[in-house]
C-alpha cells in the first residue's frame, strides 16, 4: 500500500494531497501540498524535495517547475514532489520556523516536540518509507551564491553514482551532518542528493535550469524515464574546501566569476575601507575552484568571502 497521509495513490494514479502539519496562533490550518505520481510499471520512487529553509526559493521555482511541465509523470516507478517543506519560513521569508529552529538539524523529529521536530518527523514517518533516493534542492544562505553543485559522501559508492549522473560541474565531498535529513535517511539505507545553487531571496536562472537537467538525468539513470539532457563534460570531485575571509572590515568587490578556476596567490578581489584610506587584496591560498561567492558588499573582519575547493 502506497499511503500518505491516510490517502492511498494506486497505480497509474496521481494525486495532490494536502497535508495538516500545525495552526498558526490565529487558527488559521497550515498545509504541506504533496504531489505524487505513481507509473504503472514497477520503479524506483524518488523523493524531489524543496523549500526545506523557507528563503532558499532556487529549489521552489525547480519543484514548481517540474510540476507545472508534467516531468515527475515518469514512465516507471514512482516521485513524490513536496516544492515547500518549511511553510512557516516561505512566508517569512525566513530560513527557519517561527521558534528559530533548522528543520534540516531536527530529525528524525517527535510528533510533539518544537515546530521544526513536528515538520521533520512528519517527513521521517510519511514521506521516506516510500522512497528510495531523493533530490533535497538548497541555496546558499545569507546573500552566498553557491554555484551549482551536488553534496554527497563521496567514499559511498551509490551516491556518487547518482551524483556523477546529476553531472552538475562540481560535485563536493560533504560528510554527514548530525540530525540532518541525509543522514538519518542513510540510516534507512536511501541516498538522498543535496544540490545547492544560487542565493537565498533570488531566483537565479542558470541554477535553476541546471536543477531541473540534474534531476532528469537521475531519473534516466534510474531508467524512470528514457530520455534526458545530454552530459556536457564530466564532472569536477572536491574533495576538500575553505572559506577564505576577510582580513579587515569594509566594502567588498569581487574579480573572479563563481565557478571559475583559480591558481595559487592569484588576486581574487579587494577589501576597501569607505573613507579612501586603505585596500587589502584578497589572494587565494591554493589552486583550485571558487565554488561560492558572498554577495554583500559590506563586510566585517572575519566574514566568509570565496569559498575555495580543490
Not at 497509474?12 to 497550515?30: H, Q
Not at 531571496?201 to 537537467?213: C, M, W
Not at 556536457?232 to 567588498?252: F, P, Q, T, Y
Amino acid at each position: 500500500m502506497f499511503k500518505i497521509a491516510g490517502e492511498e495513490i494506486k497505480k497509474g494514479e496521481s494525486k495532490k494531497i494536502d497535508v495538516n502539519i500545525a495552526r498558526l496562533p490565529s487558527g488559521t490550518s497550515i498545509d504541506i501540498p504533496v504531489f505524487v505520481h505513481r507509473s504503472k510499471k514497477d520503479g524506483p520512487t524518488l523523493l524531489l524535495l524543496a523549500g526545506m529553509h523557507g528563503d532558499e526559493i532556487n529549489g521552489v521555482e525547480i519543484v514548481r517547475r517540474i510540476i507545472r511541465e508534467k516531468l515527475y509523470k515518469v514512465e516507471a516507478g514512482a516521485v513524490i514532489c513536496i516544492p515547500i517543506m518549511n511553510i512557516y519560513g516561505f512566508i517569512n521569508f525566513s530560513r527557519d520556523v517561527p521558534d528559530g529552529k533548522d528543520i534540516n538539524r531536527s530529525f528524525p523529529g517527535t510528533k510533539t516536540g518544537s515546530l521544526a521536530s513536528q515538520v521533520a518527523h512528519f517527513l521521517m514517518e510519511e514521506i521516506i518509507p516510500h522512497i528510495d533516493y531523493g533530490i533535497d534542492f538548497h541555496t546558499g544562505g545569507a546573500r552566498i551564491n553557491n554555484t551549482p553543485q551536488i553534496r554527497v559522501k563521496v567514499d559511498d559508492p551509490m551516491n556518487l553514482e547518482l551524483a556523477k549522473a546529476f553531472n552538475t560541474k562540481f560535485i563536493l565531498n560533504s560528510p554527514f551532518r548530525d540530525r540532518s535529513l541525509r543522514k538519518e535517511a542513510f540510516k534507512l539505507d536511501k541516498r538522498i542528493l543535496v544540490y545547492e545553487g544560487g542565493e537565498s531571496l533570488r531566483l537565479r536562472k542558470n541554477a535553476i535550469d541546471e536543477g531541473i537537467e540534474g534531476m532528469l538525468r537521475v531519473m534516466k539513470h534510474l531508467k524512470m524515464r528514457s530520455d534526458a539532457p545530454a552530459k556536457d563534460k564530466e564532472s569536477i570531485v572536491i574533495m576538500k574546501s575553505s572559506w577564505i575571509r576577510a582580513k579587515s572590515a569594509g566594502l567588498h568587490y569581487g574579480f573572479q566569476r563563481n565557478g571559475s578556476s583559480i591558481e595559487k596567490k592569484e588576486v581574487l578581489g579587494r577589501v576597501c575601507d569607505p573613507y579612501g584610506t586603505y585596500e587589502v587584496q584578497i589572494k587565494s591560498p591554493l589552486d583550485g575552484y571558487i565554488i561560492a561567492i558572498n554577495n554583500n558588499p559590506v563586510v566585517n573582519r572575519g566574514d566568509a568571502l570565496f569559498h575555495v575547493g580543490s
